[in-house]
């Protein structure tokens, strides 16, 4: 499983997540993503219908009655019958969600690639959180968010943080 932490340190979720999920929806992989509350997905979910003009992603929240058609869908929890949106091979996690608190069903529902959302909250959990996820037999990249909003993967995890 490939894993990867992103760090949030110039724009918000709102901002960065639309553009994440429009690379992906441009190469044809589908996501779930998951945030902590039912408000926040919503939020989420209208920043998502309106953040441009020029492109549209086909995603819904997880009850919604579209979201079998969806390749992109929203939710606070991964699903119980592990179904996945529509092509998905990518979970994101955000707003706190963590991979090592679910790591056995995300392996069951067969996601290939795992984004690790750190917002300006968790940042100081960095390290602890690369050598947990070590103990776990996973090697996680890590890429720092840069002023101009563009992202560089760091190859030393002891000056992340």
Same mark, same amino acid.
């Not at 019958?81 to 949106?85: F, G, I, T, V, W």
């Not at 998905?88 to 963590?98: I, K, N, S």
């Not at 959302?117 to 100081?124: A, F």
């Given at each position: 499983?490939?894993l990867?932490l992103y +760090?949030l340190?110039?724009q918000?979720?709102? +901002?960065?997540?639309?553009?994440l999920?429009?690379?992906?929806?441009?190469?044809?992989d589908g996501?779930?993503?998951?945030?902590?509350?039912?408000?926040?997905?919503?939020?989420?979910?209208?920043?998502?219908?309106?953040?441009?003009t020029?492109?549209?992603?086909p995603?819904a929240?997880?009850d919604d009655?579209?979201?079998?058609?969806? =390749?992109?869908l929203?939710?606070t929890?991964?699903?119980t019958?592990?179904? =996945?949106?529509k092509a998905?091979?990518?979970?994101?996690?955000?707003?706190?969600?963590?991979l =090592?608190? +679910?790591l056995?069903?995300?392996?069951?529902?067969?996601y290939?690639?795992?984004?690790e959302?750190?917002?300006?909250?968790?940042?100081?959990n960095l390290?602890?959180?690369?050598s947990?996820?070590k103990?776990?037999?996973?090697?996680p990249?890590?890429?720092?968010?840069q =002023?101009?909003?563009?992202?560089v993967q760091?190859?030393?995890?002891?000056?992340?943080?």
């Open positions: 499983m490939d990867r +760090q340190r110039t918000p979720l709102e +901002q960065m997540l639309p553009r999920l429009e690379k992906l929806y441009s190469a044809g996501a779930l993503v998951l945030v902590n509350s039912a408000e926040r997905a919503a939020v989420l979910d209208r920043q998502l219908w309106t953040f441009s020029a492109s549209f992603l995603h929240l997880i009655p579209m979201a079998t058609e969806a =390749s992109i929203l939710a929890q991964l699903p019958d592990l179904s =996945s949106p998905a091979t990518l979970l994101v996690l955000a707003d706190g969600q963590e =090592s608190q +679910q056995d069903a995300v392996r069951a529902a067969g290939n690639q795992v984004v959302i750190l917002d300006y909250e968790h940042l100081e390290e602890s959180k690369i947990n996820y103990a776990l037999g996973l090697n990249k890590v890429f720092l968010q =002023s101009n909003g563009t992202w760091q190859d030393d995890h002891r000056d992340a943080a």
